[in-house]
């Protein structure tokens, strides 16, 4: 095999282009998601939030994915509106609407997505079933890795 070490997270093994891939987030992390229903009140979601030590947390309507709850939405939709945390529900709150990313999306895309609409997580679909969450976070971790691993290859080939 003929390894070629490109930068922003992809390499080639016999010319052919390997980009790191939202599925390799979810293969490292995993893909269960802490989910609750519409109906919760935000300061159950908090609390919930606070003994995972997550900062979002999925929201279900009628067993299916309905949106995503993050500390942001907490600060900027009930914080500054001045609601209650005792009395609001999450689906009040929640973030809807959010890109769609697919285990096969490249790192590039999802921080591509991240940045231009100012968002810090993803929901990640599988035929048309959520099966993970991705963070920025996450997304940096993967890059850091990614550059790591093509350090320590680079290493290799000089040493040999």
Do not use: W
Not at 10 to 22: A, E, L, P
Request: glycine content about 6%; some cysteine.
């Amino acid at each position: 095999m003929n390894y070629t070490f490109i930068f922003d997270n992809q390499f080639t093994i016999d010319n052919q282009v390997i980009m790191k891939k939202v599925s390799n987030i979810l293969t490292r992390k995993g893909s269960s998601v802490v989910a609750i229903d519409g109906g919760t009140t935000v300061l159950e979601a908090l609390k919930l939030m606070a003994d995972k030590n997550i900062g979002s947390v999925v929201i279900t309507e009628n067993g299916g994915y309905a949106g995503l709850l993050t500390e942001r939405d907490y600060a900027r939709k009930v914080i500054l509106h001045g609601k209650s945390s005792l009395e609001t529900q999450v689906r009040e709150i929640m973030s809807t609407g959010l890109p769609r990313i697919l285990p096969d999306n490249s790192i590039e895309t999802c921080m591509h997505i991240m940045s231009e609409s100012s968002i810090r997580y993803l929901p990640v679909f599988k035929d048309d079933q959520l099966c993970g969450i991705i963070s920025i976070t996450d997304v940096i971790d993967e890059t850091i890795l990614s550059h790591e691993e093509t350090i320590e290859q680079l290493k290799s080939y000089i040493q040999s």
